[in-house]
């Protein structure tokens, strides 16, 4: 199993940048995928970015590629996400998430989940 813990939220004007982190324990954190969802009130978690097990690799919701950066450091058992040019619509609960296999895209295909960090965004 594998443990994530994530950081960095808080309230940031539109137009301002955040990074998320996420921290991960237990097993060895190169054999997962790792991907970003988010959840807004009232709305579904969605995907926001993922990211394969080398770190070669990665995926965006259309909504925030070129504003949002996912990355890997295996050497620190963390995962980023940079955002940049946020925007009110960019408000959720950020989670980060570890799958077995590959790095989808689909939230049933991760198998373990952090607890979630707030990003609010003003406008």
């Known amino acids: 199993q594998v443990q994530l813990v994530e950081s960095g939220g808080g309230l940031v004007q539109a137009g301002g940048s955040l990074r998320l982190s996420c921290a991960a324990s237990?097993?060895?954190?190169?054999?997962?995928?790792m991907g970003w969802f988010r959840q807004a009130p009232g709305k579904e978690r969605e995907f926001v970015a993922a990211?394969?097990?080398?770190?070669?690799?990665?995926t965006y919701v259309d909504s925030v590629k070129g504003r949002f950066t996912i990355s890997r450091d295996n050497a620190k058992n963390t995962v980023y996400l940079q955002m940049n040019s946020l925007k009110p619509e960019d408000t959720a609960v950020y989670y980060c998430?570890?799958?077995?296999?590959?790095?989808?895209?689909?939230?049933?295909?991760?198998?373990?989940w952090g607890q979630g960090t707030q990003v609010t965004v003003s406008s």
């Open positions: 990211i394969n097990r080398s770190g070669g690799g990665t």
């Open positions: 998430a570890a799958a077995n296999t590959g790095w989808p895209t689909i939230r049933t295909a991760y198998n373990y």
């Open positions: 237990g097993r060895t954190f190169s054999l997962y995928g």
